[in-house]
């Protein structure tokens, strides 16, 4: 149980596009679904945290016109990365959690590749 | 500030030996804790967790241990294999909000 999908796994494009990226919790419905950036040999920084049907907090330092986060559902929440440049080039992972105090599932990750 | 780290960023033990991985943390209001396995490429994957209203709390071969009046987290691996390769994580919650994730410890099993 608690499988969490994310997809696309990779994704290479031109400086300028957006990118959508998709997690979906399905096997549990997640009332809080969480984005994370980790570069390479280090840990997971936080993005922001989205709850269903709400506006997502961000971190402090996580621009919230840059990185678009949408949770419309209990299974599926959406980061777009607007208007993308070489610096967004990360491993973006999302993670779901069914309850407050239930462990945070993670998805396998996408790694995001601008030119 | 908040922050959770680890004492070794790199653990190398033979197969069937048990691993140990460490972790401080430094807020002392944290109540749940989280132990994460990471592969290269691949998403965290859970291993175990415990509450700050215990000191420790064993699964399939592995056993972590909370020590608050150190403020000291640790994850033992019975007889490490292979397959348990890996950047280990720990992670504190703060009020049951967001993770703090620690710095990782990668683990080397040779066989």
């Known amino acids: 149980g608690a499988v969490v999908s994310q997809h696309p796994s990779w994704v290479i494009c031109k400086s300028g596009t957006s990118v959508k990226i998709e997690c979906r919790s399905l096997?549990?419905?997640?009332?809080?679904m969480f984005w994370y950036r980790q570069f390479p040999k280090q840990s997971l920084m936080l993005m922001a945290t989205s709850n269903e049907g709400s506006k997502a907090t961000y971190e402090q330092g996580v621009e919230k016109d840059k990185f678009l986060i949408n949770h419309a559902s209990l299974t599926l929440s959406t980061l777009t990365v607007t208007s993308a440049h070489p610096e967004d080039s990360s491993f973006y992972i999302c993670s779901a959690r069914e309850g407050q105090d239930q462990p945070q599932h993670f998805g396998d990750g996408t790694r995001l590749s601008i030119l | 500030g908040e922050s959770v780290g680890l004492h070794l960023p790199t653990l190398s033990v033979q197969e069937g030996d048990n691993s140990i991985i460490n972790c401080a943390y430094s807020n002392s209001a944290s109540d749940y804790f989280i132990w994460y396995k990471q592969e290269s490429g691949k998403g965290p994957q859970f291993i175990i967790d415990i509450r700050s209203n215990m000191d420790k709390r064993q699964g399939q071969r592995v056993t972590v241990l909370l020590n608050k009046t150190v403020k000291h987290l640790s994850l033992q691996i019975a007889a490490t294999q292979p397959g348990d390769s890996a950047v280990y994580f720990c992670a504190e919650n703060i009020g049951f909000q967001k993770l703090v994730f620690g710095t990782g410890t990668r683990l080397l099993v040779s066989p």
């Open positions: 096997d549990f419905q997640a009332t809080t």
